[in-house]
């Protein structure tokens, strides 16, 4: 299957279209990847003091802040994967790394897992952490970006909170929900056709959006490359900002290499985004 092939995934029965978007199979040791992000991330945050802030009653309803140390410093959200129910935000807060070195400040940001969530009420979670993260500490730009699931919640942010955000940056994400349907994912998302139309940012792009940057690893799966290419021409197409960037060798978990690093693509795109 080509990535560059927009309709080949409709040939697919569901078995294989569940393998074709099947990330942690597709990299043999993604769990020990997982495993030494959390690892990572609470010897960091041993090391650093930040700020959580509740933008709800839901135990996952919040964010983590953690400043560089730079008055009036812009801000990066950062919006952790794991296919709308798996993870959480504290397993990331290693991401934070990078967009410190480069003098950002950094939110990590949570939000409830499906199935106890819909699709549709975690887009108005997110978009209420953003809101919240504005009016808390008025950054001078905010940068919404996220990885996987979380890239395609970066994405939406662009139309659903653009009161919120100055620009994107979507890591390996989804931007068509189509194919997701009809996976086994959706066993635990339960996606309506309106949500499937209404939360796809492919689908609900605004003539006048914020700018979007699309990162995805060259190594990843096809229809993961596909998704990137795909929303990152349509956005083109309609005279939209942003930047399409590949990580060389980089599979799904590996791309986010390039964001703990204060010189990998990932984090210098964000602090470009940043006006830095």
Not at 120 to 133: C, D, K, Y
Not at 152 to 171: C, P, R, S, Y
Not at 200 to 207: F, K, N, V, Y
């Amino acid at each position: 299957m080509a990535a560059t092939d927009a309709v080949a995934w409709r040939d697919l029965d569901r078995a294989s279209l569940t393998r074709a978007y099947d990330n942690s199979a597709a990299v043999r040791d993604s769990t020990a990847l997982v495993a030494g992000w959390r690892a990572r991330s609470a010897a960091f945050r041993e090391s650093k003091a930040g700020q959580t802030f509740a933008y709800g009653p839901g135990p996952r309803q919040a964010l983590d802040l953690y400043r560089c140390g730079a008055a009036g410093a812009p801000c990066l959200a950062f919006i952790h994967g794991g296919y709308w129910q798996r993870n959480a935000r504290e397993d990331f807060t290693c991401m934070a790394e990078g967009p410190l070195g480069l003098g950002l400040d950094v939110a990590l940001v949570g939000y409830t897992l499906a199935p106890e969530a819909s699709l549709t009420r975690i887009s108005e979670e997110v978009g209420a952490a953003l809101r919240l993260l504005r009016q808390k500490i008025g950054p001078s730009r905010l940068v919404v970006a996220g990885w996987s699931a979380g890239g395609h919640l970066a994405a939406l942010m662009t139309t659903l909170a653009a009161d919120a955000a100055d620009a994107a940056l979507a890591v390996s994400g989804i931007f068509d929900l189509g194919p997701i349907a009809g996976t086994a994912l959706n066993d635990a998302l339960r996606l309506t056709d309106g949500e499937v139309a209404e939360l796809s940012p492919i689908r609900s792009l605004a003539p006048d959006g914020l700018p979007v940057s699309v990162i995805y690893g060259g190594a990843e799966l096809p229809e993961l490359c596909r998704q990137s290419e795909d929303y990152h021409a349509t956005r083109r197409a309609l005279g939209l900002a942003g930047d399409l960037h590949v990580v060389p060798g980089a599979d799904h978990f590996r791309v986010l290499d390039a964001l703990t690093a204060p010189d990998g693509r990932i984090a210098r795109e964000a602090a470009r985004l940043a006006g830095l």
